[in-house]
């Protein structure tokens, strides 16, 4: 595809999403094109979110590579003063369990560590206080404390605080000159946006930036590194296998179709892999084929970033790697009807909770609403809302998530002893009572 094409792709998908800033890098057939809208450059950094997770897998599985860290003995090997709120649960829990988002226990935990290269083990001990929801190596629930649990195991391994590591094991290494685990008050322009809480030099949230809270790329650079996750050594770091396999069930298809230990799985024939980040004002999209070789990276300021993505992603990979982009769900569509659709409106009413969130589910005509609310310690989930749930059957629910026009599926589970969780965007809900 030009860069004229990718261009005019971008700009409409912008414009009709409300986007102010945008920027779209491809690496296919050995080439990178970068293309810019708005208030945005080619080279611009945005904050990445989440998709620094895929960074604190990579060190964790280069620390296992060196046979510093083992993915499947207990983490409290490495970190014997490890707690949680659940100690036999500490005990069992693994490396795997972390980065495949099954530890079981809360993670939005986004209490201010401070600003000195401990704010990793500090996050870590406070970790006493997160609630068990599930054993670990049970259900999905996505868990930002996971992920810093795991770059704490990082740190220990290597001898180093995370922001060292980011710095002098992966961007530096690899050419990420546009790559940074935070920003500094000397450093070059990034993206701004009016939800950015994070001023130059801040030291705010240092402990959670494993999980994505302070990292921030350039489109081209994340592309770089989709590209060296696939090529092998010296060249690359050869570590997309062991990030994609073995995977565990996604919390919802929305999500993701699959989680492996640092990257989700985005295709039915597992051949589209990468991670989103979203952080107050900005997402971001990566996607690989690794078997085409083709990386595409989208990051975005303002608008409705789940219908950009969409607008951009589904054509570009089909048109690159022949990937097919499943369908959002259709909430308009026939859907359920009669007694089984008041049969699965009855299964989700109710109360359900997480630490720090609590969800209600009332019955009403044409399905069911869900009034979401936070408590007021809550994490990156701190306002109140409404959405409307429509059945499609075996559990699933498709709604529209506020300041969104792409609807997305919320999903119920049982545990192997028969209790029904809620997973609420990728959070599992215990029934309340």
């Known amino acids: 595809m030009t860069p004229a094409a990718l261009q005019s792709l971008l700009t409409a998908a912008c414009r009709a999403g409300g986007a102010d800033a945008a920027s779209l890098a491809v690496r296919a057939g050995g080439e990178t094109v970068t293309v810019a809208f708005g208030a945005a450059t080619q080279a611009l950094p945005f904050r990445m979110g989440s998709i620094a997770k ?4 990579a060190l964790v599985h280069l620390a296992v590579r060196a046979g510093r860290l083992d993915l499947d003995r207990p983490v409290a090997h490495w970190l014997p003063d490890l707690r949680l709120a659940d100690q036999t649960a500490a005990a069992r829990l693994t490396a795997r369990h972390l980065l495949t988002h099954q530890g079981g226990f809360f993670g939005d935990i986004f209490d201010d560590e401070g600003c000195a290269p401990d704010a990793v083990a500090r996050h870590v001990a406070r970790l006493a206080m997160a609630e068990q929801t599930v054993p670990p190596g049970t259900l999905t629930s996505y868990c930002n404390a996971g992920i810093v649990l795991a770059a704490r195991l990082a740190e220990v391994a290597f001898g ?3 922001e060292t590591l980011f710095r002098e094991v992966l961007a530096g290494p690899l050419g ?3 790559t ?3 920003r500094e008050a000397t450093g070059p322009e990034v993206m701004i946006t009016a939800g950015d809480k994070i001023p130059a030099g801040s030291p705010a949230l240092r402990a959670l930036g494993p999980a994505g809270a302070t990292p921030y790329a350039s489109a081209a650079d994340l592309v770089a590194w989709a590209e060296a996750l696939w090529e092998p050594p010296p060249a690359g770091l050869g570590l997309f296998q062991v990030m994609s396999a073995p995977e565990v069930p996604s919390p919802s298809p929305s999500f993701a179709l699959g989680f ?3 990257l989700m799985r985005f295709s039915a024939d597992a051949a589209l892999w990468g991670h989103d980040g979203a952080v107050p004002g900005q997402a971001s999209f990566l996607r690989m084929a690794p ?7 989208l990051m975005l300021a303002g608008g409705d970033a789940r219908l950009i993505a969409h607008s951009v992603l589904s054509p570009l990979l089909l048109a690159l790697a022949d990937c097919t982009v499943p369908a959002p769900p259709d909430p308009a569509g026939p859907g359920l009807a009669g007694p089984e659709r008041r ?11 997480a630490p720090r969130y609590h969800i209600q589910v009332s019955p009403m005509d044409g399905g069911a609403c869900l009034c979401f609310r936070p408590a007021a310690d809550a994490g990156d989930q701190t306002e109140s809302y409404e959405v409307i749930l429509h059945p499609l059957g075996q559990g699933a629910f498709a709604t529209l998530l506020p300041g969104s026009a792409i609807p997305t599926i919320q999903q119920l589970h049982t545990d192997a002893e028969g209790a029904e969780f809620l997973a609420f965007r990728g959070r599992l809900f215990r029934r309340a009572g």
């Open 54 to 57: 895929s960074f604190t897998a």
């Open 160 to 162: 180093h605080d995370w």
């Open 176 to 178: 990420l000159q546009s």
């Open 180 to 182: 940074m685990a935070r």
């Open 260 to 262: 492996g230990p640092g």
């Open 291 to 297: 078997g085409r070789k083709v990386g595409v990276a």
């Open 343 to 353: 049969a699965e409106i009855a299964r989700i009413s109710g109360d359900w909770q």
